[in-house]
């Protein structure tokens, strides 16, 4: 509105440097994560949309404003997606009959830095020391601001933001809930993925028939594959790197595998059967991102970030678009 109102008044763009120092705090992701604590990730995000909307159209530069409109269409239409797939299933989920488990208040690991971040973070400061020596040079502030807006890490952060937003989308197609979106972006982190017996062993005591393909995918994906040993398994552990007594407790495997920052971010995947189930419930608090199978006779774990509704296919789904999600990441920040 503000760019058509001047377009047609024909009033003067607004400065340049206006136009950069606005790109620069946005995309900054020390200032993002500021914004965040004291506003809250909504509310940040629509104040950022709407300083950068006024701003851009003011400076009549409506190419940023396009690539903004359809990244949040991207984003309209996966949180519709969701939204839709949560009302199908509603009431089989919410039936008086289905065992639920509420969110606690259990603090979650933070969010790992993304690789676009770092991205932006090096951009960032590599765009003010070019704005500083070009404006000792030319001594002329429109063109530091350019060689601000020229440095802008915008690309980086876009294009994962835009994948995520798809997949999210293409996941709730096919019933699969994703509960956290924020953590599903940490899917091109990952790095260990960690399978409970209850996730890949059926209720007649064998193997389900999509464990091999489950984990098949996780190898595709160059993930460190780590099962807790279960003799119905035993054909399957050649295709893990590391199986893990099963007396040994599962949240203490999944902290254990948290704290090595080599390992990536840990995908945790179970089925837990009731809120008694203490220790699966721990390890899929304090993973990464936190997979839990509801179907069958799976418990309904409102704090997982991921709910496969229909089993393994589902797992199998989200760990197929991990290669996917880093390339996106890799060419985004190429693009950058």
């Avoid at 300083?51 to 400076?59: E, K, L, P, S």
Wanted: proline letters at 6%; aromatic letters at 4%; glycine letters at 6%.
């Amino acid at each position: 509105a503000a760019g058509l109102t001047a377009y047609w008044l024909r009033l003067p763009p607004s400065p340049r440097l206006a136009t950069a120092a606005v790109t620069l705090l946005r995309e900054n992701p020390r200032f993002r994560a500021r914004l965040r604590a004291r506003l809250g990730a909504s509310r940040m995000d629509l104040l950022l949309a709407c300083v950068n909307a006024a701003v851009h159209g003011a400076g009549q530069t409506p190419t940023s404003l396009v690539l903004d409109g359809a990244l949040r269409t991207c984003q309209l239409a996966g949180t519709v997606a969701r939204s839709a797939a949560f009302d199908t299933v509603h009431d089989q989920l919410c039936s008086p009959e289905r065992i639920s488990v509420a969110t606690d208040d259990c603090p979650r690991p933070p969010l790992r830095v993304s690789p676009a971040q770092e991205y932006a973070n090096h951009a960032s400061a590599g765009s003010l020391i070019g704005a500083a020596a070009t404006l000792l040079v030319k001594h002329d502030a429109a063109e530091a601001a350019e060689a601000v807006l020229a440095g802008s890490p915008k690309a980086a952060r876009y294009g994962p933001a835009a994948f995520h937003a798809v997949l999210s989308a293409a996941l709730a197609r096919t019933g699969v809930l994703v509960r956290d979106p924020e953590r599903l972006r940490q899917l091109e982190m990952a790095g260990t993925v960690v399978l409970h017996p209850s996730a890949l062993v059926a209720d007649d005591g064998t193997a389900d028939p999509w464990a091999e393909p489950v984990l098949d995918a996780a190898r595709r994906a160059g993930l460190r594959i780590v099962v807790v040993g279960h003799p119905a398994l035993e054909d399957f552990t050649g295709l893990a790197d590391e199986v893990v007594d099963a007396r040994r407790p599962f949240d203490d495997v999944v902290h254990g595998l948290r704290r090595d920052e080599d390992e990536g971010a840990v995908v945790t995947v179970a089925r837990a059967r009731s809120a008694d189930d203490h220790d699966v419930l721990a390890a899929l608090r304090g993973s990464d991102i936190a997979v839990a199978l509801t179907d069958r006779a799976g418990a309904v774990v409102w704090g997982a970030d991921i709910l496969a509704l229909h089993g393994l296919p589902d797992v199998w789904r989200v760990l197929t678009a991990i290669p996917a999600a880093r390339t996106v990441g890799r060419r985004s920040q190429t693009l950058a």
